[in-house]
């Protein structure tokens, strides 16, 4: 892309094209590859799926998901980038340009209002990889043979006596029946007795000789990050600099113009992210977990799978691929007449997809092979898990680095990109400066954050709906927003868009995969009902 065709420069002015398809791509892809597969859909598969219990498994919520992303996803993206690809501008400006003067352009008005909530605490889970980068480079993680406390440490033998075999014949035994569940066991003070016992027995066999000795510094490296990552986000002012810090870069980024770096370090860091998973999950599939991840995440199971596992499902789709909020709208309008939206749609979801489902085989391989316990619902099983792969590979704080720094990088890809949508509409609509533009939203967005930043600590006891602030943002944007922006999309492009219109962009060459009338019963029918069936059963209670 050169620099006339950079992304960022204002509609007002002469509008760009993308320079080469891979430009495209990559920009697209960037902005879908970012926390929601590496921290969100691992998190999601980990709190939807159970958690670590034995007869738990989030294959039913990854089946969903993959069904939300084939039929949901890919037909909204080709809708969203073709209403950018024909408008030529940015989301409000694309329908007031096709139907004037109507509320459709509030569908262009709920983008923005997204992008702004959605920045504002991305920023701050981003900030967390920034300071992880931080912590790999000061070789923090290091620490842990006099930082994990003896309680610690008896916690995690607890969890391990009760999740072996030998312990659940031992809690029969002790409750006199089988125990409902043996999260709940953990906790459970009928057995404070049988933990004191079993804890100091154990205790005292790893004191005991240099094999012990070995095994208690094996198990301190495990339950370290635990302890840094509880320890970190109970800090008030780190979480709300450190998402300063970031905002700062994507804003330095944004000004700076996209094409400038971006396009060139995206295309060696995106490989690199995804060579760097790849040699993980190699490494990962010979622990003795990886069996379990693999059928923990992809045994069809459906016992854990409620109404709201469907909205997560349907929610997380739209977040990863980055739908319903407009960045695919403007990313379009800087397409070329004859670019082929259905390739370049199904190159982003494939890559999405494979993403998410590498990223979280490695994570729960970890989780499974080193019994680590997420106390949070899986919150923290990016900065949790992955230190403790770390420490046991030779290079390993290096390797760790630079793990956190492409993670880094591919977040702020797809910050740029919200930003982006957000600006390009202030500059469209408004005739804002860029500069304006990106210096108010970004202000904006950071007072925004601070609830957001501040959700674990300060404010962890103000919620909204059972929900932190950050929590609730997320279920608003995720689950509410986007699949509504979303649906007013496929319904735009469905209907109002003539079939010519949709021809047009979908020419028989470019639908050898995607069938054009595959894609208007889509886009037109089970798209739209699929997504109000969700949402009308969450409104009416059966969702949480
Ligand atoms: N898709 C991004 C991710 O997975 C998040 C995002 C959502 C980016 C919406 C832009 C718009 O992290």
Redesign the pocket.
């Known amino acids: 892309m050169s620099s006339s065709k950079d992304p960022c420069s204002s509609a007002a002015s002469s509008r760009g094209n993308w320079g080469s398809k891979l430009g495209f791509i990559l920009a697209a892809g960037g902005?879908?590859?970012?926390?929601?597969?590496?921290?969100?859909f691992p998190y999601l598969a980990y709190s939807n799926g159970g958690g670590a219990g034995d007869q738990q498994g989030a294959g039913g919520f990854v089946l969903i998901y993959l069904l939300a992303v084939l039929v949901l996803g890919l037909p909204i993206m080709i809708a969203e980038m073709m209403l950018g690809k024909r408008t030529q501008t940015t989301p409000i400006g694309a329908f007031e340009s096709v139907r004037p003067h109507t509320l459709w352009k509030h569908v262009g008005t709920l983008c923005v209002i997204?992008?702004f909530l959605?920045l504002s605490y991305?920023s701050v889970i981003a900030g967390w990889t920034v300071e992880y980068t931080v912590k790999s480079v000061t070789s923090e993680f290091s620490n842990y043979d006099q930082a994990v406390s003896e309680e610690m440490v008896r916690e995690q033998l607890w969890h391990d006596f009760v999740y072996s075999s030998e312990g659940e014949a031992a809690l029969i035994i002790e409750l006199g029946q089988k125990p409902e569940s043996l999260s709940k066991a953990l906790t459970d003070p009928k057995l404070n007795t049988l933990k004191q016992v079993v804890t100091d027995q154990e205790w005292k066999r790893l004191q005991q000789n240099e094999e012990g000795q070995a095994k208690l510094s094996e198990l301190k490296k495990t339950l370290y990050p635990q302890k840094l990552f509880s320890e970190f986000i109970a800090h008030p002012w780190k979480q709300v600099l450190w998402a300063f810090v970031f905002l700062a870069m994507t804003v330095g980024v944004v000004i700076g113009g996209v094409s400038k770096g971006i396009e060139r370090w995206s295309k060696i860091l995106m490989p690199a992210l995804f060579v760097l998973l790849i040699v993980l999950l190699g490494r990962m599939l010979m622990l003795d977990g990886a069996g379990k991840a693999l059928s923990f995440l992809f045994r069809p199971s459906f016992e854990t799978v409620t109404a709201s596992t469907v909205l997560n499902a349907m929610g997380q789709a739209?977040?990863?691929?980055?739908?319903?909020?407009g960045?695919l709208i403007t990313y379009g309008s800087y397409m070329k007449k004859d670019d082929n939206l259905v390739s370049s749609s199904y190159s982003v979801v494939i890559m999405?997809t494979l993403i998410a489902l590498i990223a979280s085989v490695i994570i729960f391989s970890a989780i499974f092979s080193y019994n680590l316990v997420m106390k949070d619902g899986g919150t923290g099983n990016l900065f949790t898990a992955m230190p403790v792969i770390f420490m046991k590979l030779p290079g390993g704080i290096l390797l760790c680095a630079a793990f956190y720094i492409l993670v880094i990088f591919?977040?702020l890809t797809?910050?740029i990109?919200?930003l982006e949508?957000v600006v390009a509409t202030f500059v469209d609509e408004f005739k804002w400066s860029r500069k304006k533009a990106v210096y108010i939203i970004s202000a904006v967005t950071f007072v925004l954050g601070i609830p957001a930043a501040l959700s674990y600590n300060l404010m962890s006891n103000v919620t909204i709906m059972g929900k932190t602030w950050i929590d609730f943002a997320d279920f608003l944007?995720s689950n509410w927003f986007?699949p509504i922006g979303g649906l007013m999309l496929s319904l735009f492009v469905g209907f109002v868009f003539t079939k010519k219109d949709q021809q047009e962009e979908l020419p028989e060459a470019h639908c050898k995969w995607f069938p054009f009338p595959l894609f208007r019963v889509l886009v037109r029918y089970i798209a739209p009902v699929l997504v109000v069936v969700v949402l009308l059963g969450m409104l009416f209670g059966a969702i949480q």
């Not at 902005?31 to 969100?40: D, E, M, P, Q």
């Open positions: 902005s879908a590859v970012g926390l929601g597969n590496l921290w969100k997204t992008g959605l991305y739209f977040f990863s691929l980055s739908l319903g909020m960045v999405d591919a977040a797809s910050a990109s919200m949508a944007c986007m």
